[in-house]
């Protein structure tokens, strides 16, 4: 009885955080390690976040270790990925694929917001000790399981320096 009443208390907190309707923006400082989800002006959620292992700079090339910067959208879900979860990031835009044409390299691809690799969600907020992600952006899996309920496909994400 006791676990269906912590059932229904956290599903019915879910409903009044969240029941105004999704996210539909995500903005990301890479300076500050911040994520924070908007749904218009309102600040939904914010998380601190682990990059690219190479953090400062945009990602030019596959390989680079860097998190994009630039204008994305979420444009897939992966409920099954390495990384516990994942949403899938629409790197890269034209402007990226046009500048790794110009330095004669592959811009890379499968930029993801994902939670902690399969099987190491122990480690919880210790992620954040380092960068160590090949450019994606990387949460807890507590944390990826709120993202996972407030962003939908084709959720805007800005990722700033």
């Not at 924070?36 to 680079?64: C, F, H, N």
């Not at 917001?113 to 450019?135: Q, R, S």
């Not at 807890?140 to 709120?146: A, G, I, N, V």
Request: proline share 5%; with cysteine.
């Amino acid at each position: 009885m006791r676990f269906f009443v912590s059932v229904w208390l956290t599903l019915l907190l879910g409903v009044c955080a969240w029941g105004k309707g999704p996210a539909d923006r995500i903005v990301i400082e890479k300076a500050a390690h911040v994520m924070t989800l908007y749904r218009g002006e309102e600040k939904l959620r914010t998380y601190k976040v682990s990059l690219g292992g190479e953090p400062k700079g945009a990602k030019t090339r596959q390989g680079d270790h860097k998190t994009p910067e630039g204008t994305y959208t979420v444009d897939a879900r992966n409920a099954n990925s390495h990384y516990y979860r994942s949403l899938h990031v629409s790197y890269p835009n034209a402007a990226d694929r046009e500048r790794a044409k110009k330095l004669g390299v592959s811009p890379g691809r499968d930029i993801m917001i994902h939670g902690l690799p399969n099987g190491e969600g122990f480690v919880g907020k210790a992620h954040l000790l380092h960068d160590w992600t090949d450019g994606c952006i990387a949460v807890t899996d507590e944390e990826m399981d709120e993202i996972w309920e407030l962003v939908p496909v084709g959720t805007v994400l800005v990722i700033r320096p």
